[in-house]
């Protein structure tokens, strides 16, 4: 089946605006086994619009448009579905009536216009929408001796995926060959993405069943595996076999197989461990506690910290001794430690953690160059202490840094 | 011109990737006063290639291919586009006669494959890559006795935008229709979208030489204003007037009108008071640090402070008194005032910032629900405390919260 996603709107012609409703209708299309063959954006503009109907009609089976269904002028996905289907529109008066209601209730007269949202195409099933007024349509039809399907989804997101559920998703069921998937999701921490990918593409491509995509961001790498096969059992089995190649190859750099971030994972073996954290952090400026108190339930295990930025800070709320400061400077192992140790004191946490480095892009020197950055992490007996030099802009240092400040406290805790 | 933009990668057709580069060379086009009419995004498959680039060549007068042009057999760009424009591909020698030089300085022997790379459409010029393998290449040619403009860019950001800068923008510019273009970016905090929307719509669709796209985000409304006309001056002043009239009805919710973020406003209006500011945070976790801490130099005007995520540590690291907490409990305009003085008095600050509320989605009441938030800011002499209720997941509220505690901070300092 060559399924086809058709987004309508003239903001996605903008350098402000992605269509990100495709993304969505791609994940929910490949649950059902169906891969997304083409993409298209185009604005609203009658001959344009009209010209990529065509085209998609012509050469997909499937074909989802999203937005242009609204009220106004420039709503003109019925109307260009329509003549490049060769079919009419008709005014649906149920919906004419049900809309005027919906005014009247309001005591709200309704815009002419509005009427424009109950011109359904020809032989096609009205969509309920029960998070706005813009109704969609599903219309089936033969095609070249084959079926087609087209549907009409509205833009806004929260409305066009309710409607999927609702409404799309029993009738692709009940079309779409019937194949059962299976989805795996391996996160690590601290690799680097030409290294990992160098490692492990030998092993994802022998897998020709399961369809593998690496995404890379700052400190972490994650494989999003994807099989497709008859039986859900046979999927599974695919997926299963090479997640557990991967994470064999992967080793305790694998921090999660379900989903996790890796601020939940830190989150979750603490709650485990029934453990308090305490965070001291320069050069992150607050990026790890921002993290980890991103997760809902957070206050069980993160009691806080300090945001260190100036060296007076690192005295008065991580008591560093500025003599430790002046020996060492300020970006260094023995301040990372004592930032570490002593938050975890102060705070009278379980774990402390303590960073700091040189973001840049200002502040480096041939001895201590920007991306050079301490993390250290202790429970009281054991401590740890990490020197990388992460490269990229300000913001990818900081990121960097804050993984590694995470990771070190996960692995500290396996 | 009708402009296109092709996206070629299977990658883009999964649920994790977007196609991004079409957001720079949008706003690249925009700024020649060519509107883009037409995204399309196929994969690395040729039949659907090769289809893509017959209908974009019988579409379009500009198609601007991206991806596809590396060593591998899925790199189809260069064989789909010849076999659409009807012309043959032809192997440069002395390209190719480059690469095997590259590959010897380096002690490595070339991949056969590799040659690919020099495959040039027939009448194509080669467009150099300075920052990766893959050369680009510019066809000019005459169709149903109008210009037609193939350009082909590898998928890369950084080695599409640097080809760009270097090699297609000046190719462009004299091509283009002769026509200059003015841009204004308005931002405004904390105000609601549809409010904004509902005030200003009146006002920037009178203005049909500019076309202004709102981009609303947490606790931010932005106005993107472009106008093209045939002079810069006549540009300038169309966005000009419509900017000011934008700015008297938004007043001082306006915060930057170059484009700067709301936290380098901050830390300009900082810098100009040569003021030092420190934070308290509870509910943002250490969000406010962390945005005032992403702007290089913030060290210059930002001290740190404390993520007093615990009530123990609102005593500890900000001196709130637990009596002050048992009466008015952690989320109270008493607390957040006390957070801001004390952080201001401890760390020796110009400027105190305190932020306590509850992000959810558990530990709301029906007298302190999920949203509610108080912010404080100080100087010393005069503050100011604010309560707000905002609406939304913990990250929309955090991020809302976050927004409102900058604001704070730069209201004062108006």
Partial sequence: MIAEIVAVGSEMLTPFRQDTNSLYLTGQLNELGINVAFKTIVGDHRQQLASVAATA?????????????????????????AEALGLELKRDND?????????????????????????????????????????????????????QIVVLLPGPPHELQAMWEREVLSRLRGIAP?????????????????????????????????????LAGQGQVEFHLLATAMSKQEADEA??????????????????????SLEEIVGLYLQMRGAKLAVAESCTGGMVAERLTSVAGSSRYFLGGAVVYSNDLKTLFA??????????????REVALALAENIRDICNADI????????????????????????????????????RRFFGDRERIRRWASQQALDLVRRLMM
């Avoid at 009427?115 to 033969?142: E, F």
């Avoid at 299976?182 to 994802?204: C, F, H, N, Q, W």
């Avoid at 190649?245 to 999660?256: C, P, R, T, W, Y």
């Fill in 239 to 260: 997926v299963e076999k090479l997640a557990s190649e991967l994470q064999d190859e992967l080793g305790d750099a694998v921090f999660s197989t379900s989903g996790e």
């Fill in 57 to 81: 009609l012509q050469r997909s089976n499937l074909v989802i448009f999203s937005g242009g269904l609204g009220p106004t002028e420039d709503d003109l996905t019925r109307e260009c579905v």
């Fill in 178 to 214: 019937p194949s059962a998937i299976a989805t795996r999701v391996i996160k690590t921490a601290m690799l680097g993405e030409s290294a990992v990918d160098a490692r492990t593409a030998p092993i994802y491509k022998k897998y020709s069943n399961v369809q593998t995509t690496v």
């Fill in 352 to 387: 402390g953690l303590g960073i700091t480095g040189i973001a840049g892009p200002g502040g480096g020197t041939e001895e201590k160059p920007v991306g050079l950055v301490y993390t250290a992490v202790t429970d009281g007996q054991k401590h740890e202490v990490v020197e």
């Fill in 95 to 147: 919906l004419v009536a049900a809309m005027y209601k919906r005014f009247a209730e309001r005591r709200l007269s309704m815009p002419e216009n509005n009427a424009r949202q109950a011109d359904i195409i020809s032989g096609a099933q009205v969509l309920p929408n029960r998070r706005g007024t813009a109704v969609g349509q599903w219309l089936q039809r033969s095609q070249n001796e084959a079926l």
């Fill in 319 to 332: 008591d560093v001794p500025p003599l430790l400061i002046e020996a060492h400077g300020a970006v260094s």
